[in-house]
């Protein structure tokens, strides 16, 4: 059972386009909420994060929203190039300090 | 070089066979993990260490052992490998000082049971 669930599990936008990657979770302890995008051949790299106090984090054309009540977040990519064709990953932090990671979804940018 | 390195990238073996990846670090980190990534599953916790005397199941640790040789040490091995454990491997780190507790992953070591 899952306790991230991500999705779609693959996405395909056009340049230019808004790309939006959606993720809920039912442990009500997760306390940090990072997105990690992995390019082919490569190990996933921390893209941007956000903690449970706040609705939004914005860093460039990524966006993290953040929903506490509805216990959902997600993964806003403004202007979509196809450099950002990747899988990402969503991930919650329990009281461990240990992530359990969503599904994946493959995105494709096309020109 | 790379801050964690996995060895060997590729590998196919037979089923019954011993498989060992390896994975260094040179970030310093206390903490170490092996990850395994299915299509459509993310990203799956094997094992992990919190220091050399360290060493935690995860989620999936059936079939799987590791050893930390080292702080910078920590290896996966198949005892007997089998066709669904076919999948890509990611080791990573974690420095736990306060911090986010942000992982780096190596580049992955793609593994093929026949």
């Known amino acids: 059972q899952q306790q991230v669930k991500q999705s779609p599990q693959s996405l395909i936008v056009q340049k230019g386009g808004i790309s939006i990657i959606n993720c809920a979770y039912e442990?009500?302890?997760?306390?940090?909420f990072p997105w990690y995008q992995q390019f082919p051949g490569k190990g996933p790299a921390l893209l941007i994060a956000i903690r449970p106090d706040v609705s939004e984090k914005k860093e460039g054309r990524f966006t993290i929203s953040f929903n506490k009540s509805a216990k959902q977040f997600s993964l806003h990519i403004m202007d979509s190039q196809p450099g950002d064709s990747a899988t990402y990953f969503c991930a919650a932090r329990d009281a461990g300090n240990m992530l359990t990671f969503g599904g994946g979804t493959r995105l494709m940018v096309k020109p | 070089d790379a801050d964690v390195t996995q060895t060997p990238r590729n590998r196919i073996t037979k089923t019954g066979k011993r498989i060992m990846l390896e994975c260094s670090q040179t970030k310093g980190h206390d903490r170490m993990y092996w990850y395994r990534q299915d299509p459509g599953l993310g990203l799956r916790l094997i094992y992990y260490s919190f220091d050399v005397k360290d060493i935690n199941k995860g989620e999936i640790s059936d079939g799987y052992s590791v050893s930390r040789q080292a702080q910078a040490k920590f290896s996966l091995s198949l005892e007997s490998a089998i066709p669904n454990q076919t999948a890509l491997y990611f080791c990573?780190?974690?420095?736990?000082?306060?911090?986010?507790?942000?992982?780096?992953f190596g580049e992955g070591s793609r593994l093929t049971v026949l």
């Open positions: 442990n009500t302890a997760f306390d940090y």
């Open positions: 990573a780190t974690s420095d736990w000082t306060g911090g986010t507790g942000e992982l780096f």
